[in-house]
């Protein structure tokens, strides 16, 4: 099969066969694609947009405001000897632990491009730094799916300790190659003038907020003909028949497969089944992130050279290292709390918050990170010019 794919004659084939049947569905299901396409806009206007933009602004700010260098001198004793890179890249995993998909992976990106750390540096940190947020996962799969705060705090704990994990276990990844020095000559407080920097973050944030949406819809309808036409449950069986000695059925087949591809509808489905295998099925799924997250990760890659196959690893690592510690932490702490079964989609389990209490939400939250990032820098500051004044007397 990779040898077929590996030609570009057979990828344009199966291309083609691809996009025919995409455009056969579209005929033939217009209604489910319209009505999946509905529920698609109604979280892009309720959810994405409020909850993304805030803190695409704040980690544009953060970087082209330099403010990621004082940070870094500050953390440079932390960053270093656990995951080998340079304090500056604390900013991608600060920011991708509060603000979620995929504003950590973003922020990294963008401290590459702005020369704040190195090529492997970036890829190291593109391995871990791409994490849910935590309204994400205490509020929708804690709360709704498994109508248990308690279990979306055990999720979310997994969730960090394996990110972690990973950032440690990718140190290790191009070994030869000598940190980023480029902190040793201090930290310079703005790159770039403020009225510059604010308008470039502003309309940078929304362009990446669209491009979010625009992948959010297309895999909305992805999902939606899939299930209609049978498809997700063809696959569902051929792979419930290849890991049927894991223990794998149908059902839990087509779960895996809705996660692999979107993980808000993947942790939806998870409404029924032994809770420790549910807990364990989510904490994957949000490890790995979905296609779709993916996508929108690529889509902020562009030219920049940087390993598309050492982002998935990371992935793949992160999610199949959050199941394992999930078990491990669902037999340690059992859960006693029911299962909640009133949500059976993502669109329509989170379509209903409402706007202005997402917005305000996310907007709390990123601005409570800028002062935390403010405080922080004033401190650095003024160290450095104690330090100053001391060595010239």
């Not at 004659?9 to 396409?37: F, H, K, S």
Request: with cysteine; net charge positive; proline share 4%.
């Amino acid at each position: 099969m990779g040898k077929i794919l590996g030609k570009a004659q057979y990828r344009d084939v199966l291309l083609g066969i691809g996009l025919l049947w995409a455009t056969a569905a579209l005929v033939l299901w217009p209604e489910q694609a319209m009505e999946a396409m509905r529920d698609g806009i109604i979280l892009c206007g309720n959810v994405i947009l409020p909850s993304l933009f805030p803190f695409f602004v704040l980690s544009s700010l953060v970087v082209e405001l330099g403010m990621s260098r004082y940070l870094g001198k500050l953390l440079e004793p932390v960053m270093a000897p656990l995951f080998r890179v340079n304090g500056n890249c604390a900013t991608a995993l600060a920011l991708g632990f509060v603000g979620g998909y995929p504003v950590g992976a973003r922020t990294a990106i963008q401290i590459y491009e702005n020369g704040q750390c190195s090529h492997t540096e970036a890829e190291r940190m593109l391995a871990f730094c791409n994490n849910s947020g935590p309204a994400f996962i205490l509020g929708m799969v804690g709360a709704g799916v498994f109508g248990s705060g308690v279990a979306g705090l055990l999720l979310y704990l997994t969730h960090l300790m394996a990110s972690l994990m990973v950032g440690v276990l990718f140190r290790f990844y191009k070994p030869g190659e000598k940190p980023h020095t480029r902190l040793s000559r201090g930290p310079q407080f703005q790159t770039a003038s403020f009225p510059k920097a604010f308008t470039a973050s502003v309309t940078g944030a929304l362009q990446s907020t669209l491009n979010i949406c625009a992948f959010v819809l297309f895999f909305t309808v992805f999902l939606r003909i899939l299930a209609h036409a049978g498809a997700l449950q063809l696959l569902g069986g051929l792979l419930s028949a290849l890991l049927s000695p894991l223990g794998m059925d149908q059902t839990w087949a087509e779960r895996l497969l809705t996660g692999l591809v979107e993980v808000s509808s993947g942790v939806s489905s998870l409404t029924d089944g032994t809770l420790s295998g549910r807990l364990s099925m989510a904490a994957f799924m949000l490890g790995w992130a979905g296609m779709s997250v993916h996508c929108q990760v690529l889509a902020f890659l562009g030219d920049s050279g940087l390993s598309v196959r050492t982002y998935v690893a990371g992935k793949l690592l992160h999610g199949g290292l959050s199941a394992l510690l999930a078990n491990v932490l669902f037999r340690i702490t059992p859960l006693s709390s029911p299962a909640s079964v009133y949500l059976a989609e993502q669109t329509e389990a989170i379509a209903h918050l409402d706007f202005h209490q997402a917005l305000t939400l996310s907007a709390v939250a990123s601005w409570g990170v800028w002062l935390v990032f403010l405080a922080l820098t004033v401190w650095v500051v003024q160290k450095n010019s104690g330090k100053g004044r001391r060595s010239v007397v």
